[in-house]
């Protein structure tokens, strides 16, 4: 098709609200951003005529590594107010600390994210553009992001409200349409966005509609309801939010024409989206309409079930949909379940590993012929490092299709008697550490010395202290085995005073060593995000999880690791209690009883912490048998274990989930 006549459909389909002409520069001549218009329209066009295979995922959050993953670009410069901030370091080295801190000239990813599970979603999204299914995708354009996390030197965490402008995001476009939802005292309006989330070939997207609430002419308190993701300290924001997500959604959709056929709700969040559309229904209609929902539920850990009282949801919403949330979500007279809700309502519920499913079916006996599991995966395109995936183009044989087929990992099996393959393996990985090393100069890593990572949420379950919690017992190892470098980082919801004193008690402990960094260097990143993710997860040698058990329902942070040969030490929990007999690093600490679920306030430190020196003291004096000065030791048991991670990821990817997905959950292969 011509130029111009793409561009014409492109705008009979999407109504762009460019009333300066901004966006007509970065959407001309077959172009949108620089990506392909043609793949635009035609999953527009297959989402208005998708003869009842139509899908809609709707999720709070939505990480899609946009930085450094099929990156838009625009004839525009960057905005400042778009660019990664400064970020502060503490460390054991605080003369470094004082004098430098970390800066880069890319963009920030699409701040609408928190952590993992909009992680899971923006993969997801990208996977499902890779299958090219007839999907859109639910979310909230956040205005001031989720937070933005300062130091205060070593008492913690100070929260900042975090500003960007989505206005000159490249690939984000605000449409004429708004849509409206209804409360019982206000009627709220909605602008809508799209971002438009490619797949990895380009050849095809998902739209991504984005729900804003900051517009004229909602009053002061609609307009901050889509200000910051997770707001929880007023009840009537969390409640809004989250019933904006789902009426909004169910609007937007209908505002788009898109023919829906499969609602996917990510967590309970999007609950609503179900009493949006279920409104006047009975009977065989409302059968049907449960036949049309499935859930998705992410986290065993109490405080992730969102539960709301009637008296607030009767203050909030009207009558006819209370009454829907009554029928379907009472844990009691008086209290309402989203959870519950959301299992009532779908016609599969998933857990998101073997061991998470183990755990809901205790937690919730009734549904346990309902509650399947689907274990989580990472996007295999965008969490290989390049270093990685150039080594697999190095050996075609083994890997012929990498780029269609990231289940061909596996063959890496093949080649663990290969010298040349494991030595280049060895080689990029140290390209990678170099990399790292260089980000972090001015602190003195070194690429030789044994590297081991912690980063994620800081939450009491993930135990984010328990490397630190024997400080003697951490420098005896580093004095007696071999000198360590552990990086740490992450970010503590602000109202979680539990998250606040970890970070307290880290950055303390940290500062205390302020005399041993020629042989332990501890260094904590300020402000964790999906950049600092893709950049750790691919360059460290050990990736450090070790949440309790069974609390952590899957976690996706190692299977981004294995994906680029990086060696797992971990609790045997969520994903990595179906790996546990593969020789992917070593595994330690306490392990909950079948048939139970344990305290989640029961962290058991000082038993877990021993282990957790026991099992590090082993993988140091390896790692240093392996890494001999200028000669490595390629015959080593520790590359053996880095080609075992990489076959492993043939299996904790998006594709593998999606392929499930499909034949489990969605029943549409
Ligand atoms: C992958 C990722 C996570 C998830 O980590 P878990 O191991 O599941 O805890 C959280 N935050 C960011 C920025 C990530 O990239």
């Given at each position: 098709?011509?130029?111009?006549?793409?561009?014409?459909?492109?705008?009979?389909?999407?109504?762009?609200?460019?009333h300066?002409?901004?966006?007509?520069?970065?959407?001309?001549?077959?172009?949108?951003?620089?990506?392909?218009?043609?793949?635009?329209?035609?999953a527009?066009?297959?989402?208005?005529?998708?003869?009842?295979?139509?899908?809609?995922?709707?999720?709070?959050?939505?990480?899609?590594?946009?930085?450094?993953?099929?990156?838009?670009?625009?004839?525009?410069?960057?905005?400042?107010?778009?660019?990664?901030p400064?970020?502060?370091?503490?460390?054991?080295?605080?003369?470094?600390?004082?004098l430098?801190?970390l800066?880069?000239?890319?963009?920030?990813?699409?701040?609408?994210?928190?952590?993992?599970?909009?992680?899971?979603?923006?993969?997801?999204?990208k996977?499902?553009?890779?299958?090219?299914?007839?999907?859109?995708?639910?979310?909230?354009?956040?205005?001031?992001?989720?937070?933005?996390?300062?130091f205060?030197?070593?008492?913690?965490?100070?929260?900042?409200?975090?500003?960007?402008?989505?206005?000159?995001?490249?690939?984000l476009?605000?449409?004429?349409n708004?849509?409206?939802?209804?409360?019982?005292?206000?009627?709220?309006?909605?602008r809508?966005?799209?971002?438009?989330?490619?797949?990895?070939?380009?050849?095809?997207?998902?739209?991504?509609?984005?729900?804003?609430?900051?517009?004229?002419?909602?009053?002061?308190?609609?307009?901050?309801?889509?200000?910051?993701?997770?707001?929880?300290?007023n009840?009537?924001?969390?409640?809004?939010?989250r019933?904006?997500?789902?009426?909004?959604?169910?609007?937007?959709?209908?505002?788009?024409?898109?023919?829906?056929?499969?609602?996917?709700?990510?967590?309970?969040?999007a609950?609503?989206?179900?009493?949006?559309?279920?409104?006047?229904?009975?009977?065989?209609?409302?059968?049907?309409?449960?036949?049309k929902?499935?859930?998705?539920?992410?986290t065993?850990v109490?405080?992730?079930?969102?539960?709301?009282?009637?008296?607030?949801l009767?203050?909030?919403?009207?009558?006819?949909?209370?009454?829907?949330?009554?029928?379907?979500?009472?844990?009691?007279?008086?209290?309402?379940?989203?959870?519950?809700?959301?299992?009532?309502?779908?016609?599969?519920?998933?857990?998101?590993?073997?061991?998470?499913?183990?755990?809901?079916?205790?937690?919730?006996?009734k549904?346990?012929?309902?509650?399947?599991?689907?274990?989580?995966?990472?996007?295999?395109?965008?969490?290989?490092?390049?270093?990685?995936?150039?080594?697999?183009?190095?050996?075609?044989?083994?890997?012929?299709?990498?780029?269609?087929?990231?289940?061909i990992l596996?063959?890496?099996?093949?080649?663990?008697?290969?010298?040349?393959?494991?030595?280049?393996?060895?080689?990029a990985?140290?390209?990678?550490?170099?990399?790292?090393?260089?980000?972090?100069?001015?602190?003195?890593l070194?690429?030789?010395?044994?590297?081991?990572?912690?980063?994620?949420?800081?939450?009491?379950?993930?135990?984010?202290?328990?490397?630190?919690?024997?400080?003697?017992?951490?420098?005896?190892?580093?004095?007696?085995?071999?000198?360590?470098?552990?990086?740490?980082?992450?970010?503590?919801?602000?109202?979680?005073?539990?998250?606040?004193?970890?970070?307290?008690?880290?950055?303390?402990?940290?500062d205390?060593?302020?005399?041993?960094?020629?042989?332990?260097?501890?260094?904590?990143?300020?402000?964790?995000?999906?950049?600092?993710?893709?950049?750790?997860?691919?360059?460290?040698?050990?990736?450090?999880?070790?949440?309790?058990?069974p609390?952590?329902a899957?976690?996706?942070?190692?299977?981004?690791?294995?994906?680029?040969?990086?060696?797992?030490?971990?609790?045997?929990?969520?994903?990595?209690?179906?790996?546990?007999?593969?020789?992917?690093?070593?595994?330690?600490?306490?392990?909950?009883?079948?048939?139970?679920?344990?305290?989640?306030?029961?962290?058991?430190?000082?038993?877990?912490?021993?282990?957790?020196?026991?099992?590090?003291?082993?993988?140091?004096?390896?790692?240093?048998?392996?890494?001999?000065?200028?000669?490595?030791?390629?015959?080593?048991f520790?590359?053996?274990?880095?080609?075992?991670?990489i076959?492993?990821?043939?299996?904790?990817?998006?594709?593998?989930?999606?392929?499930?997905?499909?034949?489990?959950?969605?029943?549409?292969?």
């Amino acid at each position: 098709m011509e130029n111009s006549k793409l561009i014409d459909e492109f705008y009979s389909l999407v109504q762009v609200d460019d009333h300066d002409g901004r966006y007509s520069k970065d959407i001309e001549g077959g172009n949108y951003f620089g990506m392909p218009l043609a793949s635009i329209i035609e999953a527009e066009k297959r989402l208005r005529s998708s003869a009842g295979k139509g899908m809609a995922y709707f999720s709070m959050e939505y990480g899609l590594a946009t930085s450094c993953y099929n990156k838009f670009s625009s004839h525009f410069p960057l905005e400042a107010a778009n660019r990664l901030p400064e970020n502060a370091v503490f460390s054991n080295f605080r003369v470094a600390d004082y004098l430098f801190d970390l800066r880069s000239d890319n963009i920030i990813d699409l701040p609408i994210y928190s952590g993992g599970l909009g992680v899971l979603a923006g993969d997801t999204v990208k996977t499902m553009a890779d299958y090219k299914l007839p999907a859109a995708a639910i979310g909230i354009l956040w205005n001031s992001g989720y937070f933005r996390q300062k130091f205060w030197f070593k008492y913690g965490q100070a929260p900042e409200k975090m500003h960007w402008d989505p206005r000159s995001y490249p690939g984000l476009i605000p449409l004429k349409n708004k849509i409206k939802v209804s409360f019982k005292q206000e009627d709220v309006y909605l602008r809508l966005w799209k971002y438009y989330v490619y797949s990895h070939k380009h050849d095809y997207v998902v739209p991504l509609i984005l729900l804003d609430s900051n517009v004229e002419p909602n009053s002061e308190r609609a307009r901050n309801l889509t200000d910051q993701l997770y707001r929880s300290d007023n009840v009537f924001l969390k409640l809004l939010q989250r019933v904006i997500l789902g009426f909004g959604g169910i609007g937007a959709l209908a505002e788009m024409g898109y023919d829906i056929n499969t609602y996917h709700l990510n967590e309970g969040h999007a609950v609503f989206a179900f009493v949006a559309k279920a409104r006047g229904l009975s009977g065989k209609e409302l059968e049907q309409l449960k036949s049309k929902f499935v859930y998705t539920c992410h986290t065993p850990v109490e405080a992730g079930h969102d539960r709301f009282s009637f008296d607030d949801l009767d203050r909030v919403l009207k009558k006819e949909d209370t009454d829907i949330i009554e029928k379907f979500g009472k844990e009691r007279p008086g209290l309402a379940n989203l959870t519950l809700l959301s299992m009532n309502i779908s016609s599969a519920t998933n857990a998101v590993s073997h061991n998470h499913q183990k755990v809901m079916h205790i937690q919730f006996p009734k549904y346990r012929d309902q509650i399947q599991y689907v274990t989580n995966g990472v996007h295999p395109y965008t969490w290989m490092s390049q270093e990685i995936k150039s080594l697999f183009g190095l050996f075609p044989k083994a890997f012929p299709d990498f780029d269609n087929n990231p289940m061909i990992l596996s063959k890496a099996a093949t080649l663990k008697s290969d010298s040349a393959f494991r030595s280049q393996l060895w080689q990029a990985h140290q390209a990678n550490k170099d990399n790292l090393c260089k980000f972090l100069g001015k602190w003195k890593l070194d690429k030789d010395t044994f590297t081991i990572c912690w980063a994620r949420r800081v939450a009491a379950y993930k135990r984010p202290s328990l490397i630190l919690h024997d400080i003697g017992k951490l420098m005896r190892i580093a004095e007696e085995v071999g000198p360590l470098q552990i990086i740490l980082a992450g970010k503590a919801h602000p109202n979680d005073n539990l998250g606040f004193t970890y970070i307290n008690e880290m950055l303390d402990k940290v500062d205390g060593l302020s005399e041993n960094y020629d042989k332990l260097k501890i260094i904590f990143l300020e402000n964790y995000d999906i950049s600092f993710g893709k950049l750790l997860t691919s360059s460290v040698d050990v990736w450090l999880n070790n949440p309790l058990p069974p609390f952590e329902a899957s976690g996706t942070s190692g299977m981004k690791a294995i994906l680029n040969g990086v060696l797992q030490m971990s609790t045997v929990d969520g994903w990595v209690a179906e790996v546990s007999d593969r020789p992917i690093g070593a595994f330690f600490g306490y392990k909950n009883s079948e048939g139970s679920v344990g305290n989640e306030l029961d962290l058991h430190m000082n038993e877990d912490s021993g282990e957790l020196y026991e099992t590090l003291s082993g993988l140091v004096s390896l790692y240093y048998k392996t890494n001999q000065p200028g000669k490595p030791d390629i015959s080593s048991f520790w590359i053996d274990m880095m080609i075992e991670c990489i076959c492993t990821a043939a299996h904790f990817n998006t594709y593998r989930m999606l392929d499930q997905y499909k034949s489990l959950i969605w029943k549409i292969s």
